[in-house]
Each structure stands twice: as C-alpha cells, then as structure tokens.
C-alpha cells in the first residue's frame, strides 16, 4: 500500500511545507558504536506559512523520539506517531501551542535505531583498517527520516549545523564545513567533539555524515582527500585532477558556491559508486584505477554541485532535472578536459545502455518516462537509468534547437543563477526555457509532451561522433571472427592504440557475444595485460567473460575479489555468473556464507536471493 493524501508537493513525504516550513536544523548527536545508534537532539526552526496551521508533520523512519519541546518556553508539545507505512515510515504529528510565533523552534530529543535505513555500521573487520568501527550515510532519495525527524522533502530546503560527538581516535566529516573540533571528558571516557556548518539551503537528502579512523590530504587549493589511511596516498593521485575538473565546470555552470569539495573515499563494502553530498562526494574505493581512467565519477559528482544541489528537483518525480543536467555537464566536462570525440563515446554509451533498460523494462512502462508518477511507488523502485541517459538526451536535443552550446550553455548558467537555492518541477524549466528562446521559431516544433510524458524510446536520438566506437567494434568483429589457432589478430601498437574507455566497450561487446574458447580468453589476456588489471571496470568485464567461457581459473579469483568488493555493480552479476556455472555454484555460495557478516545488509539481501538462498 502507498501512502495516501501525503503532501500536494511530494507524494513521498508526510510534510505539509506549504502549511508550515523548516527554516533551519541544528543536530547535536553523540555516535555511540557499541549499540550501533545516534542519540541526542535536533532542533528545527520553523515558519508558519499558514497562520492557521495546527500542527507540524514530520517524516520519520524507525526513530524512538522521546520528547518534543519548545525550545525557548521548555513548554513540552504533545505528538503522535502514525504506524509505519511500509519504507516511507512513520507520520509525526506535533500539536503547536495556539500562541505559537509565526516563527520558533522546537527540540526533539530522540534515537535512531540500529538498522536505520539510511545508515550503515561497520564493524572494524569490514573497513581497510580492520581495527576501528566505522559509520556512514546514504540518505537519498528519502532515508534522511531514519537519521532525523525532518520534513523529508527535497521541496525543502534548509542550512543545518551539527555537534558530534565520537569515541576518542575516530573523526567524523559532514556534507558541511567542519569549523571546530575538540576533547571532552577524561581519560576511559574520552570523546571527540566536531562542529560542523553548512550555510546553503540544501534538501535533507544531501545531508551526510560519516565516522571512521579517517585521514586526508590535501589535492588542490579547496580539496582535500579523505579515506583510511591504508589508501589515503593511492585516492590522493586518482584525484589529483579534482581542481582542474572543477574549474572546467565553473567555464560552463558559473561560480561553485560551496567553499570546500572535498571528497570521501568509502571502505570496500560501500554498496554504490557515488553520492553528491555537498562540500564532501561519497566515492567507491572501485574508482581507484591506479591510472585516474575512472574520474568520469568524479566530473559526475562535482557536477552535481549546480544540478541537484544548487537547482534542485521539488520531488523525485523531476529526478531528472537532477540526473539528466548532471550527465550533459559531466559529458561536457568530459568534452574539455580530453576531446569532444570521447564526450560522444561516452554519450553513445550511455545510448546503449538506456536502450538495455528501456527493452527491460519494456516500451510501454510508465517508468520510462522522464516524469514519472511517484503516487504509488517509492523513489527507490522507480530508480532506473532512464531520468540521467533520456534526460541528457533530451537537453542535448533542446541545445541543438536552439542553435547549439554557444547559445545553450549562456543560457544554463542563467537558469542555474537564477533558481540557486530552489527547488523546481519540469514546469517550471519549461517555462523559464521557452520564454528564453521565445525569438526562435524552431522550439514550436519540439513535442515536449512525447519527450517528458510518453514512456519508451526518446523521439528522436541525436547524431554522435562515431570515431571511437568504430574501432571498438572493429576489435570486437576481429576477436570474434578469430579461429584462436593462427595468430592473435592484434598488435602491441593496437593495444596501445585503445582508451581505457574504449577497453572496457570492447569488453562489454565480447559479453554480448557467444563464450569464447579458454585458449582465445588466454592469448588475449596476455595481450591487452588484462591479467593484474587494477581498473574496476576492466577487472569486472574479464572476470565475467571468463565465468561465462567456463574458465576454472577465474573461479578462485572471482571470489577473491569479491571478498573485497561490495559495489553492488560488481557483486551481483558476478555472483549471479557463478550460480549460473553448476561447477562453480556450490564455492559462490560457500564464498558467500561465510562472507556475508562483512557485507552490506542491502548486498547479503539481494544476493540471498540471486544465489536462490531466500525468496
Ligand atoms: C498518478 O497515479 C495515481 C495512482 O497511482 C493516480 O491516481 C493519479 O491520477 C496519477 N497522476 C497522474 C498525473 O497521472
Ligand atoms: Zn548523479
């Protein structure tokens, strides 16, 4: 059952902002690891919109709120807690005082609960370190309810400053700017005391936080890389091109207004590849090629500080408004910083990839389109592709209209200065789009409601520079056609020749294929080095090209990796390639009993299932 009559501007929220609006959040939690929880309180200052207004609802999920006062009387307010609905979790209800202010603040003294959707405990055996306990945060799209009570909209938006107390050793950094820290109490019972401030209104999604034995250093004027410190110095050179990428992007979107970008570099269980928080993007430690080959990452997340973050969607019906401008300017970036023929490599990619999906999940699923209705269905379930690859193509479509970047990226930077700090639907883009460009004739012609409204396939799909691709199918028809006894079909100055981009498209085109005989997968093993590869996305590819060979070899290396790697990206095709293979089976599913205490809950559950152990 979905939730009903929730509010006229999120269906995935309890909160009524159009009645009464958060205005500010100032969170003082101690991290207490023995009972896997945060304690303490928030106070939340609020502003009548409705002078009316009779009450204050609150998105909650699994927390165990003790009181709720007003913070300048002490008066206590009376509140009620609804039954849980399903992941969209509890209603808060606070009844105001009738003389209520248009604008005062209440406290809510609460706990989180140990399996707090939006958190993730680790035990110290699941970091790098394997010695001190570890924390962090996911709260997209809307988990933020399970680390606070709080109007769980991305429509709101709010500063936020925090107090956190730690156990003495470990450091805790915040979506935010850390101004202060200090010791509290003596010896046995010391702890660690962090401030943090974050003074740009941002949803509650983007709020952050995690806690570890964390070191950083520093990789430009306004960065610093953060992680154990096991891969501190290894994250500190993939990233050394971090102030280059952001002043790229500040040439196309405008001043970058957060201060610091800082970036995190998760333990080996962290399930995803990336998460925008702002002044600090969450990253997989995959992304350590070893070659800084996989930054597109980070172009993805530093793009995110202007679409998403600055100009954000009022619901997670318009996520493309955050996903699809995060793509077009990621590619951009892409674009200036190497060449515009691997900005199209990897648009055409992208092309393919949504192609996959939208056959998936089938032509006529409401899902595939770029507005999506989220009545009945959480964020999470509609979560797909589909917003980032058809939305990008979608602006680049409204681009060439209009004549192309010189005439579109001056207008982005418009749209982004002039929404800052807001949250908007699809309409009101199209709005601010049209009467832009009201003097060119040729957006009469555009079928906005086909493109944002109508699932499958886009209307139309844009030329791309097809230079790079060719050669990746022309290796790809060389390979397949190969008899595996003359020669290898490839020179050393072939390989040299390849991208690591163009690498990994290669690969992914000799899955699609029939398997390939051992002695083939050997020969090209040796050729393209593919043997110690430390890039993620090779490693993966090869690994399931040789599962799908049934090649003994890659049994035992498959699950060694995987003892390390928790990007659910990896782990689920590659477990899911080993139960496939009845002579590999029973290892993957030993592998994965005795390993799944040190996997996230989100990766032991699915995987459960992909290994046939659950329903
Ligand atoms: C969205 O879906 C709900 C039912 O799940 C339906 O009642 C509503 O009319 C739909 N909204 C739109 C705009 O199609
Ligand atoms: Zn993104």
Known sequence: MAPRGLSPNDPSSYSRPDQIILTNIFLALD????????????????????????????????????????????????????????????????????DAPTEFVITIQYETSPNASGLQWLRPEQTAGKQHPYVFSQFQAIAARSFLPCQDTPFVKTKYQAVISVPDGLTAVMSAICDSSRSLGGRGNRKQLFHFVQDIPIPAYLIAIAIGALESRDIGPRSKVWSEKEVVDDAAYEFANTEHQLRIAEEICGPYVWGRYDLLVLPPSFPFGGMENPCLTFVTPTVLAGDRSLANVVAHEISHSWTGNLVTNANFEHF?????????????????????????????DGLQELKDTIKRLGEDNPLTQLVVNLTATHPDDAFSIVPYEKGQLFLRYLERIVGGPEHFEPFLRKYFDTFKYKSITTDTFRNFYESNFAHIDAIKEIDWQTWLYSPGFPPEI?????????????????????????????????????????????????IAEEPQSIEKLRQF???????????????????????????????????????????MKYARPLYRALYDWEVSRQRAIDSYTKNKDNMMHVLAYTLSKDLKLSE
């Open 320 to 348: 493309w408004l955050n996903e699809g401008f995060t793509m077009l300017i990621e590619r951009k970036i892409i674009g200036r910083l190497e060449n515009e023929h691997l900005q199209d490599f990897e648009a055409y």
């Open 31 to 98: 991290a207490n690891f023995e009972r896997k929880i945060f304690s303490g309180n928030v106070d939340l200052s609020v502003k009548k919109i409705n002078e009316d207004v009779k009450e204050l609802i609150l998105d909650s999920k699994d927390l165990n709120i003790d009181s709720i006062y007003e913070k300048e009387t002490g008066r206590k307010l009376n509140f009620t807690i609804s039954s849980p609905i399903e992941e969209f979790g509890s209603k808060v209800s606070v009844e105001l005082p009738p």
């Open 462 to 510: 844009p030329e791309f520079d097809m230079s790079y691709v060719k050669v990746c199918t022309d290796f790809s028809k060389r390979f397949i056609e190969w008899d595996g006894v003359s020669p290898i079909p490839f020179t050393d100055d072939d390989v040299k020749s390849l991208r690591t981009e163009q690498l990994i498209h290669l690969l992914q085109k000799i």
């Open 525 to 567: 093993e040796d050729k393209f080095g593919l043997k110690s590869v430390k890039n993620a996305e090779i490693k993966y590819r090869w690994l399931r090209i040789g599962l799908q060979s049934h090649w003994e070899d890659k049994i035992g290396e498959t699950l060694d990796w995987l003892v390390h790697v928790g990007r």
